[in-house]
Every structure is written in structure tokens, then in C-alpha cells.
């Protein structure tokens, strides 16, 4: 089985898309009608602007989904995912991989799900924090006990945990994580405390727009980040979006559950193309991955 992964924030670079555009009248047709739904030219930022313009949570996200849904729609003819998984903002370039959103659907809700989150940071100031060479129960038993909002948001591979709450919590995290034998305990620079608590206002905003989207039938499974289990029906994909932003990103389990259902190969589709496929080689060293680019060489 070949399953196909599709980034999250932190896989932005500086000029990224430029070269799709370059090459491609498609890229340029799909680029164009993005900077008409997102009214304003991301391709000025995304093409032009420095990576500082590109953290903006409302920029970073509608880009990397850009880069990875006009990656693959550029390889269409051999672009034939048998399982799609995508990190957090990556679900999202997963459901348009899999049929279950069209490109302009999918761009209307991470641009809604974008401005939602930008403004839960903006409202109460948070952070977070990854935590290196701990274990996850460890990491789990020191967050329960911190008298503020900390959790785990990303379980992205052994060894490595995000946590995500608010200033105050995070900071004594971090203390406590390093007291208990963390390699490394460091804050994060994000904008807000994702998949915590403190994105309850965000769901709520989401939640409306998932529910009036309109989503088809898959062509093949989504694991999805809440419970790291493959599904093809609408109505669990709708309810697994919704929860996201609040629950933690089950990566460590999702590409567990992929390997014990048959995947052999995993393809790492837009950002980078490095993020996800390190993080598999620590889930199992000797799976292959690979990166897809838009542009046949």
C-alpha cells in the first residue's frame, strides 16, 4: 500500500511555489484562484516574502496547503494514493488528495480555520514547547500536574512530544521536563497554544464552516490525527476535523496503524518534503519514504 502524507505548519520555506508557478499553467490557474478566495496575493508573500511573513498563522497555513494540494494535482497522472494521512493544518491537503474536498473547498476552510486560530492567539497569549528524549507517559504525568492549561498537542515520534498551553504552564514545563531527564525542553516559536483548550473559541468558528462545506464520497482511507484510525465516511471525517483543533495530533500512532495495515512506502507531498518523512524514520527506520515534486525532471 502506498500512502501518501501531507505536511502541517513548520514546513514553509522562503520562495516556496514560485517554481510550480514557473512550470505550470495549472499552477498558475490554481495560485490565481487562491489569491481571489484568500483576497490578497499569498503568492506575493509565498513567492517573495521572508520566513517571518510566512509564520503568520493566517499566511503559513493556506500556503503549505497550497504547495501540497498544487504539488499533486500537477502529478495527477500518477498520483494514486491507496491511504492519505496529513499532520494537523495537513489533513486538510489529505481530504482534497483523497476526493473528499475539492481544491476551492478545501481552501475555504483552512482559510476560516486559519483567521479562527490567529484570533484564539491573539485573545489569550500562549505557546508551545517540544520536549525531546522523554517518555510520552512521563510528558503526560507532568502536564496533569501543572495548576494551568498544558497538554500534549503532537505525539510526532518516539522521543519526541509537543506541548502546547498557556505562557506561565509552558514555562514550568519546561523546568519540570528537563528536571526529569528531557534532552532537550524548548519553547516553541508559534503564535499560540494549538491542539489545547485554548483553541475552543477557534473550533467553534470551524465547526460552523465544516458543517455547511460539502464533502464527497473517498476514493481511498483518511487517518485522521484524533484517533489515528482510517476512515472513508463523511460524517466521521466532518466530526474528526472539528475535534482536532482542541484534541492532540496522534502522528506516532497514525503512521504505526498505516505500517500494521499494509503501507510500504510513504510519500511526502508538499513544504519541504522533509518534516513527515523524518519523523517515519523514527517510527520505523527501515520504511521507504519519498518526497513528491510538481515538476517532472
Not at 508538499?270 to 527506520?285: A, S, W
Amino acid at each position: 500500500m502506498k500512502a501518501y502524507v501531507f505536511p502541517g505548519q513548520g514546513a514553509q520555506f522562503e520562495g516556496m511555489g514560485k517554481d510550480l508557478y514557473d512550470h505550470s499553467d495549472l499552477a498558475k490557474d490554481l495560485f490565481h484562484q487562491a489569491n481571489e478566495l484568500l483576497g490578497f496575493k499569498i503568492t506575493d508573500i509565498m513567492f517573495n516574502g521572508s520566513l517571518e511573513d510566512l509564520k503568520q498563522t493566517k499566511v503559513t497555513q493556506p500556503a503549505i496547503f497550497l504547495h501540497s494540494t498544487i504539488t499533486a494535482a500537477m502529478r495527477k497522472e500518477d498520483f494514486h494514493p491507496e491511504a492519505v494521512a496529513g499532520h494537523s493544518l495537513g489533513e486538510f491537503s489529505a481530504l482534497v488528495a483523497n476526493g473528499v474536498l475539492n481544491f476551492e473547498e478545501g481552501l475555504l476552510l483552512v482559510k476560516q480555520r486559519a483567521f479562527a486560530m490567529q484570533k484564539a492567539c491573539e485573545d489569550q497569549e500562549s505557546t508551545m514547547a517540544a520536549v525531546l528524549g522523554l517518555a510520552d507517559e512521563k510528558v503526560e504525568e507532568i502536564c496533569e500536574g501543572i495548576d494551568e492549561v498544558v497538554v500534549p498537542a503532537n505525539y510526532n515520534c518516539p522521543g519526541q512530544l509537543v506541548i502546547s498551553g498557556s505562557m506561565k504552564g509552558i514555562e514550568e514545563a519546561v523546568k519540570q521536563m528537563t528536571a526529569a531527564g528531557a534532552m532537550k525542553a524548548i519553547v516553541l516559536p508559534v503564535g499560540g497554544a494549538f491542539h489545547s483548550p485554548l483553541m475552543a473559541s477557534a473550533k467553534e468558528e470551524l465547526k460552523a464552516a465544516i458543517e455547511k462545506a460539502s464533502f464527497q464520497e473517498a476514493i481511498c482511507p483518511i487517518y485522521q490525527n484524533v484517533n489515528a484510525l482510517p476512515t472513508t465516511d463523511t460524517n466521521t471525517i466532518r466530526e474528526n476535523l472539528i475535534a482536532q483543533l482542541t484534541a492532540p495530533v496522534k502522528w506516532t500512532q497514525t503512521i504505526q496503524n498505516m505500517l500494521a495495515d499494509g503501507a510500504t512506502s510513504f510519500i511526502e507531498v508538499g513544504g519541504t518534503g522533509k518534516v513527515l518523512r523524518g519523523m517515519i524514520k523514527r517510527v520505523n527506520r527501515k520504511t521507504p519514504s519519498d518526497t513528491l515534486s510538481g515538476i517532472k525532471i
